[in-house]
């Protein structure tokens, strides 16, 4: 599996993002939280709703650039990456053997490929 690169911007949509980031890792999914009040502030800790929403309505670095992700990278770097690089909060979700999505705690810092391939042999294909 090679490293992807995926294109942040203020107009590009919250879907685009996470059906960029499912394409590689179809057992796992990216959630972004609403902005925070605050340019240094603490982010925000809901959820935005609206997938259709553009990058600029959820951050407040506005950085353009690539983020690029790697099988090997771990949650935590990734969303670190996000935040440091491009002003946004992000969660990493699991599928889950009964359909239902787990929020990968702050603390799991796990290899993404990994969670992945766990996800994939846990979740029936039927």
């Not at 993002?17 to 999914?29: D, R, T, V, Y």
């Not at 359909?99 to 799991?108: G, M, N, P, S």
Request: charged fraction near 25%; aromatic fraction near 8%.
């Amino acid at each position: 599996m090679n490293a992807m690169k995926i294109e942040i911007n203020n107009h590009r949509k919250i879907f685009a993002i996470q059906k960029e980031f499912s394409g590689l890792f179809p057992c796992l999914k990216i959630e972004f939280h609403e902005k925070s009040n605050k340019q240094s502030g603490p982010p925000s800790h809901k959820l935005v709703k609206s997938s259709s929403k553009c990058l600029s309505e959820c951050r407040t670095l506005h950085n353009d650039g690539t983020i690029s992700i790697t099988p090997q990278m771990s949650t935590g770097d990734l969303k670190q990456s996000f935040r440091d690089n491009f002003g946004l909060t992000i969660e990493v979700f699991q599928k889950t053997s009964n359909k239902t999505w787990r929020q990968i705690d702050a603390t799991e810092n796990i290899i993404l490929d990994e969670l992945n391939k766990e996800a994939a042999y846990s979740t029936p294909t039927i």
